[in-house]
Antibody, heavy 121, light 108 residues
Framework: EVQLVESGGGLVQPGRSLRLSCAGS????????MHWVRQAPGKGLEWVAG????????DYTDPVKGRFTISRDNAKNSLYLQMNSLRPEDTALYFC??????????????WGQGTLVTVSS | EIVLTQSPGTLSLSPGERATLSCRAS???????LAWYQQKPGQAPRLLIF???SRATGIPDRFSGSGSGTDFTLTINRLEPEDFAVYYC?????????FGQGTKLEIK
């Protein structure tokens, strides 16, 4: 059974940093691209960032470019999101999601339960 | 960026009825690279449909997807109580990957 477990969320002041982690199990982690998708309270889904199986390809939604960095450690079956210069509008539940392919960015067949990030003074 | 517009925003139906949800793209989506997800309160989204019309593993056949180009539809036949949820479409033909704003399917 595929499991994705996020951690690292919390309350942080505007302008500060936070690092999210996602631990994957039950599948061959290094065979798939991985993503972060967020959902602001009471709102819809927003793709944040994606990374290919070998970290050779990464991409981001415009609002986070230059502030967020996605990375992975296949030896640890882990995905990360380094979030710098956080803004109140980054407040959301952050989901880790597994892609169905390795190199491109397609759709998500497995999701974690999310970790909540609140940016507020 | 491809904008996906879902309609209606809210759909009120009774169990046993048919639901028809629409997703319209701001430009044609290559190879029908469109997926549908179901999300219930407090839960992560669940993949229903990919490639516009292919059901994901374990999805009942009362769920079906159709469409091409810019217009896509998710149809749910014979609504069950557990089908009342929010539904999102997502395109994966281009980055940034984008989602529609969602359609809430509620019990009438």
């Amino acid at each position: 059974e595929v499991q994705l477990v996020e951690s690292g969320g919390g309350l942080v002041q505007p302008g500060r940093s936070l690092r999210l982690s996602c631990a994957g199990s039950g599948f061959s982690f290094n065979d798939y691209a991985m993503h972060w998708v967020r959902q602001a309270p009471g709102k819809g889904l927003e793709w944040v960032a994606g990374i290919s199986w070998n970290s050779g390809k990464t991409d981001y939604t415009d609002p986070v470019k230059g502030r967020f960095t996605i990375s992975r450690d296949n030896a640890k079956n882990s995905l990360y999101l380094q979030m710098n210069s956080l803004r109140p509008e980054d407040t959301a539940l952050y989901f880790c999601a597994k892609d169905v392919i390795s190199l491109g960015f397609y759709y998500f067949d497995n999701w974690g339960q999310g970790t909540l990030v609140t940016v507020s003074s | 960026e491809i904008v996906l517009t879902q309609s209606p925003g809210t759909l009120s139906l009774s169990p046993g009825e048919r639901a028809t949800l629409s997703c319209r793209a701001s430009q044609s989506i290559i190879s029908n690279y469109l997926a549908w997800y179901q999300q219930k309160p407090g839960q992560a989204p669940r993949l229903l449909i990919f490639g516009a019309s292919s059901r994901a593993t374990g999805i009942p056949d009362r769920f079906s997807g159709s469409g091409s180009g810019t217009d896509f539809t998710l149809t749910i036949n014979r609504l069950e109580p557990e089908d009342f949820a929010v539904y999102y479409c997502q395109q994966y033909g281009y980055t940034p990957l984008t989602f529609g704003q969602g359609t809430k399917l509620e019990i009438k």
